[in-house]
């Protein structure tokens, strides 16, 4: 069984995940209504991917013969200065879903839960790609400025991205 704190600091991790899926669809929307269908097509994947942690962190609670205590959304962002801003929204995001990885793992290793140190530790590998990834695209955006050609360049590589259940 899991303790009651272990299981509350869980079920708010899902939430968190929940509020990464909504937070990156409002991005992939937003991208499409300024053109830029590349870009947009990289935060639907990444709107699919964190269902995907959603759905591991409901399915954990179940597992453990527990069941999730889904509570409200927040309303994520609905504008942005531009595409740099938004990479820059979901990289300060990602890094707060790092320390509350690394906090829930802290409480499970406190609690001497085994399984959850390693169900959790998936997660702690996942964000150091996301994190990188984020990084990455930042990067480029500030080398291309103001250049709308080297824009609809890297739309077109964010294009590319596929989902990979
Ligand atoms: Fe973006 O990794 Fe989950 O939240």
């Keep these: 069984m899991l303790s009651k704190k272990l299981c509350n600091a869980l079920n708010k991790q899902l939430n968190n995940e929940l509020y990464s899926a909504y937070l990156y669809l409002s991005m992939s929307s937003?991208?499409?209504?300024?053109?830029?269908?590349?870009?947009?097509?990289?935060?639907?994947?990444?709107?699919?991917e964190e269902m995907v942690h959603a759905?591991?962190?409901?399915?954990?609670?179940?597992?453990?013969g527990e069941h999730t205590e889904l509570a409200a959304i927040a309303a994520p962002p609905t504008k942005f200065k531009n595409l740099l801003d938004m990479f820059e929204q979901?990289?300060?995001?990602?890094?707060?879903?790092t320390s509350s990885i690394n906090e829930l793992t802290?409480?499970?290793?406190?609690?001497?839960?085994?399984?959850?140190?390693i169900f959790?530790?998936?997660?702690?590998?996942?964000?150091?790609?996301?994190?990188?990834?984020?990084?990455?695209?930042?990067g480029k955006l500030k080398l291309i400025g103001d250049n709308g050609q080297g824009l609809l360049m890297l739309d077109t590589e964010l294009a590319a991205r596929v989902f990979v259940p």
Excluded at 30 to 48: C, E, H, P, R
Excluded at 55 to 64: A, D, E, T
Aim: no cysteine; net charge negative.
């Design 30 to 48: 937003y991208a499409a209504s300024i053109g830029l269908k590349g870009s947009a097509n990289w935060f639907m994947v990444q709107y699919q």
């Design 55 to 64: 759905m591991k962190f409901y399915n954990y609670i179940n597992s453990r």
């Design 90 to 97: 979901t990289l300060t995001h990602e890094q707060f879903i």
């Design 106 to 117: 802290d409480l499970a290793q406190t609690e001497k839960d085994h399984a959850t140190v």
């Design 120 to 138: 959790l530790q998936w997660f702690v590998t996942e964000q150091i790609e996301e994190e990188e990834n984020d990084r990455d695209i930042i």
